[in-house]
């Protein structure tokens, strides 16, 4: 961004009005982390921590452990591949709605036949059990619709999560 006088004289007034720097680039069309470095750059009084702490009580000793987290794969569903057989997840079950397949797809060996079949890999790359769904594609895409369902994710606008 162009940071302009009249910018920077409205980033200044934002400011001391005491707006988050999340609101200040939504009113400026800037994003927080513009807002934050160019507030930098100005050397403007730093603003105090959005979380609020009762200064009487003490704060937790750090132990130098990080906290363990579940691996990822624990919270997903289990998809099965079809060269190996299924193994239980310890996680709680996901109720996750799979996809209907009437009839299993036919499948073949790398290279992709036409541009009109789905591509999505099936296998590992390089062993002799690699091939491609081969489905049809969904039109502009080059997956079938299953394929595409797990392919494609909504991403989430970002402007939703500055705070």
């Not at 934050?36 to 959005?50: C, I, N, Y």
């Not at 624990?74 to 009437?102: D, G, Q, T, Y």
């Not at 991403?155 to 705070?163: F, I, N, Q, S």
Request: charged share 25%; net charge positive; with cysteine.
């Amino acid at each position: 961004m162009d940071w302009t006088n009249e910018s920077i004289d409205r980033l200044r007034g934002l400011w001391a009005e005491g707006h988050s720097t999340a609101e200040i680039g939504r009113r400026m069309g800037v994003s927080k982390n513009a807002v934050v470095g160019k507030a930098h750059r100005l050397q403007l009084p730093a603003r105090p921590s959005p979380i609020r702490r009762d200064p009487a009580t003490p704060r937790p000793v750090a132990t130098g452990r990080r906290p363990t987290l579940p691996p990822l794969r624990a919270a997903l569903p289990s998809v099965p591949r079809r060269e190996e057989p299924a193994k239980p997840f310890a996680a709680a079950p996901v109720a996750v709605a799979a996809p209907v397949l009437e009839k299993p797809p036919v499948v073949r060996a790398f290279p992709r036949v036409s541009n009109k079949t789905c591509c999505w890999p099936i296998g590992e790359p390089g062993t002799e059990g690699f091939h491609f769904c081969c489905s049809a594609a969904i039109a502009g895409k080059p997956y079938c619709p299953e394929h595409a369902s797990l392919a494609y994710v909504r991403v989430k606008d970002r402007r939703e999560d500055a705070a």
